[in-house]
């Protein structure tokens, strides 16, 4: 896609250096967890820079508006998942930290963002 004004938007960008971040936390988790807490916590990561690029797509701003709404449930479960590895000890609470800092920051940006969409409707 050629033109895909979402590779412009800042909450996209963050989302996307949050899941790689999450991609590289989860390479050393217990190769027992491969199909379940790693593949789950990738799943949620990219969700959120899925959601807002699709919600972009949309027709309209309250479409849009939903997406990110997703987007925000997304990075919910993903904060549980990163709280939850922490509890298991499968992630020092130093990389965490940054993980969960960034998906605050995230998580207030998103709210901005979607409120000013939102407040002509």
């Known amino acids: 896609m050629q033109n895909a004004p979402f590779k412009k938007l800042l909450i996209w960008e963050k989302a996307m250096k949050l899941s790689k971040k999450i991609y590289e936390i989860t390479k050393e988790f217990p ?8 593949s789950q916590m990738k799943r949620s990561a990219l969700s959120i820079a899925s959601n807002i690029a699709e919600g972009s797509q949309r027709g309209t701003k ?6 990110l709404s997703i987007a925000k449930g997304s990075l919910a479960e993903l904060e549980t998942q990163c ?6 000890n499968y992630v ?8 969960l800092e960034s998906i605050d920051e995230l998580g207030k940006m998103i709210h901005v963002f979607r409120t000013k969409l939102t407040s002509d409707l």
């Open 92 to 99: 020092d609470r130093e990389k965490i930290q940054s993980a």
């Open 31 to 38: 190769k027992d967890e491969l199909f379940g807490l790693t």
């Open 62 to 67: 309250k479409d849009f508006a939903n997406f």
């Open 83 to 88: 709280l939850f590895a922490l509890e298991m």
